[in-house]
T-cell receptor, first 115, second 111 residues
Framework: SAVISQKPSRDICQRGTSLTIQCQVDSQVTMMFWYRQQPGQSLTLIAT?????????ESGFVIDKFPISRPNLTFSTLTVSNMSPEDSSIYLC????????????FGPGTRLTVL | GENVEQHPSTLSVQEGDSAVIKCTYSDSASNYFPWYKQELGKRPQLIIDIRSNVGEKKDQRIAVTLNKTAKHFSLHITETQPEDSAVYFC??????????FGSGTKLNVKP
């Protein structure tokens, strides 16, 4: 399985500010995703990070709020913009292949608290 | 898009008993169904998966079954141990290679 790291692991931010989360993988992967997991809840897909093109966002998530970059096949960033306390959550990146034999694995997550 | 439902939300069993968690999905094109275990403060870990061309898969004490016609799949844990206590998530991958998760089941194995 791929080794996935995220930075920062946690942060406490003031409302109105922005935070950029980095996701690094130790090998080239086809698919990279960003999820949000609110306390005690399931994982909600925010967007698919596409290499060389704009991310594909799920219903309820927009690019202005969650801009995503994916400059190559091993790296992606998610920015949480103009934060409010409702953005307090764990943000996880994940990677997967596209063949029937490629599972999805998760990064360690970034715990964000917005005051 | 895909919709995955998971039951029960909580499950309490005695050590040594079996536990069963059930999920249904809506998109008949979904082709891959993983199960994840998430311990408190940790990332979800893949524990077993099943592909749409298989009806059952077993790995030691855990097994997964898939009924494509009914669009449901289940996780079975036998001889449960206290270290099995965690939150378990089912997921389905659609034909755009996106994964959608169930709401989770908190399993408590009482010693």
């Amino acid at each position: 399985s791929a080794v996935i790291s995220q930075k920062p692991s946690r942060d406490i931010c003031q409302r109105g500010t922005s935070l950029t989360i980095q996701c690094q993988v130790d090998s080239q992967v086809t698919m990279m995703f960003w999820y949000r997991q609110q306390p005690g809840q399931s994982l909600t897909l925010i967007a698919t990070a596409n290499q060389g093109s704009e991310a594909t966002y799920e219903s309820g998530f927009v690019i202005d709020k969650f801009p995503i970059s994916r400059p190559n096949l091993t790296f992606s960033t998610l920015t949480v913009s103009n934060m409010s306390p409702e953005d307090s959550s764990i943000y996880l990146c994940s990677v997967a292949g596209t063949s029937s034999h490629n599972e999805q694995f998760f990064g360690p997550g970034t715990r964000l608290t917005v005051l | 898009g895909e919709n995955v439902e998971q039951h029960p939300s909580t499950l309490s069993v005695q050590e040594g008993d079996s536990a069963v968690i059930k999920c249904t999905y809506s998109d008949s094109a979904s082709n891959y169904f993983p199960w994840y275990k998430q311990e408190l403060g940790k990332r979800p870990q893949l524990i077993i998966d099943i592909r749409s061309n298989v009806g059952e898969k077993k790995d030691q004490r855990i097994a997964v079954t898939l009924n494509k016609t009914a669009k449901h799949f289940s996780l079975h844990i036998t001889e449960t141990q206290p270290e099995d206590s965690a939150v378990y998530f089912c997921a389905a991958r659609d034909n755009f290679n996106k994964f959608y998760f169930g709401s989770g089941t908190k399993l408590n194995v009482k010693p």
